[in-house]
């Protein structure tokens, strides 16, 4: 497939709520000495255009396992993930890198930041791998930061800014190219409370105003407050499913600091 046959397949009109994301029947399995893992095991889940879906499990659930296979970037031992109409095991490494830097945007717990670079360039790099100017680079990274309230902040270097503020600039530099889908894998996970909120609000804002599908892992019950879905796995298997409104999230909250989660 060319990338131009990528492009043409995605360019169907996908409207919000519309079936976007799929992993079907996906199991991920690491063979080790002592015999096998199951990182994931037979996970069936449909995500829609546009939506805030939040993934809650414990650690060592299988979150970052799930989010790295929906997210093209690692491939299923069993079954397959889809987005709109790519089947992503059919697709080769060189489509799926172009899948990766086209239509999704990555954020992680730790920022990976560049740090020997300001935050602007931080951003616009990811646009100049794109094939933009760099000058061009700089002016959407310059919105992109705005646009996450560090337009006063472009020429500050990683270790000149707060946990909070770097995760901003990783933010911005996941919506510099302009994705459909983003996947913030425990973005608040080294943050306090207030701030993970505040991070939390502008990954919803995403998705109310931009139409951003976004896809947020915790395993914190505190950054559940804004989802419209909840999808809870452990040991590698999808739970359960709810919406927020079902949760009790003030017990679950009291229930994980107990179990010494949070
Ligand atoms: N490369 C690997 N080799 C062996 N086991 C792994 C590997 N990566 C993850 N796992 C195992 O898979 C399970 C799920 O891990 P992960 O997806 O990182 O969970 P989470 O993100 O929810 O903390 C864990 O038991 C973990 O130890
Ligand atoms: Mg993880």
């Given at each position: 497939?060319?990338?131009?046959?990528?492009?043409?397949?995605?360019?169907?009109?996908?409207?919000?709520?519309?079936?976007?994301?799929?992993?079907?029947?996906?199991?991920?399995?690491?063979?080790?000495?002592?015999?096998?893992?199951?990182?994931?095991?037979?996970?069936?889940?449909?995500?829609?255009?546009?939506?805030?879906?939040?993934?809650?499990?414990?650690?060592?659930?299988?979150?970052?396992?799930?989010?790295?296979?929906?997210?093209?970037?690692?491939?299923?031992?069993?079954?397959?993930?889809?987005i709109g109409p790519l089947r992503l095991?059919?697709?080769?490494?060189?489509?799926?890198?172009?899948?990766?830097?086209?239509?999704?945007?990555?954020?992680?717990?730790?920022?990976?930041?560049?740090?020997?670079?300001?935050?602007?360039?931080?951003?616009?790099?990811?646009?100049?791998?794109?094939?933009?100017?760099?000058?061009?680079?700089?002016?959407?990274?310059?919105?992109?930061?705005?646009?996450?309230?560090?337009?006063?902040?472009?020429?500050?270097?990683?270790?000149?800014?707060?946990?909070?503020?770097?995760?901003?600039?990783?933010?911005?530099?996941?919506?510099?190219?302009?994705?459909?889908?983003?996947?913030?894998?425990?973005?608040?996970?080294?943050?306090?409370?207030?701030?993970?909120?505040?991070?939390?609000?502008?990954?919803?804002?995403?998705?109310?105003?931009?139409?951003?599908?976004?896809?947020?892992?915790?395993?914190?019950?505190?950054?559940?407050?804004?989802?419209?879905?909840?999808?809870?796995?452990?040991?590698?298997?999808?739970?359960?499913?709810?919406?927020?409104?079902?949760?009790?999230?003030?017990?679950?909250?009291?229930?994980?600091?107990?179990?010494?989660?949070?």
């Amino acid at each position: 497939m060319t990338t131009a046959d990528i492009e043409k397949k995605m360019d169907r009109d996908f409207q919000r709520g519309d079936s976007f994301i799929t992993a079907n029947g996906v199991s991920k399995i690491y063979r080790l000495r002592g015999g096998e893992v199951y990182a994931l095991n037979n996970v069936n889940l449909e995500i829609f255009r546009s939506e805030y879906l939040s993934i809650m499990g414990p650690s060592g659930s299988g979150k970052s396992t799930l989010f790295n296979i929906i997210g093209a970037l690692d491939r299923p031992s069993q079954g397959y993930a889809q987005i709109g109409p790519l089947r992503l095991t059919e697709l080769s490494s060189s489509e799926l890198a172009y899948v990766r830097c086209n239509y999704i945007g990555y954020i992680f717990q730790s920022y990976n930041l560049i740090p020997s670079l300001t935050a602007l360039k931080n951003v616009s790099l990811s646009h100049t791998l794109m094939g933009a100017t760099p000058a061009d680079s700089d002016k959407a990274a310059a919105k992109a930061l705005e646009s996450v309230g560090l337009g006063h902040r472009l020429d500050h270097r990683p270790d000149e800014l707060s946990g909070g503020q770097q995760q901003r600039v990783a933010i911005a530099r996941a919506l510099v190219n302009r994705p459909a889908v983003v996947l913030a894998d425990e973005p608040t996970g080294n943050l306090d409370t207030k701030t993970g909120q505040e991070i939390v609000d502008i990954l919803h804002d995403l998705h109310r105003s931009e139409g951003v599908t976004v896809i947020c892992s915790t395993h914190d019950p505190k950054m559940l407050h804004k989802s419209q879905r909840v999808v809870w796995i452990e040991d590698g298997s999808k739970r359960n499913e709810s919406i927020p409104a079902e949760l009790n999230l003030k017990d679950m909250a009291a229930d994980a600091s107990a179990k010494g989660d949070l």
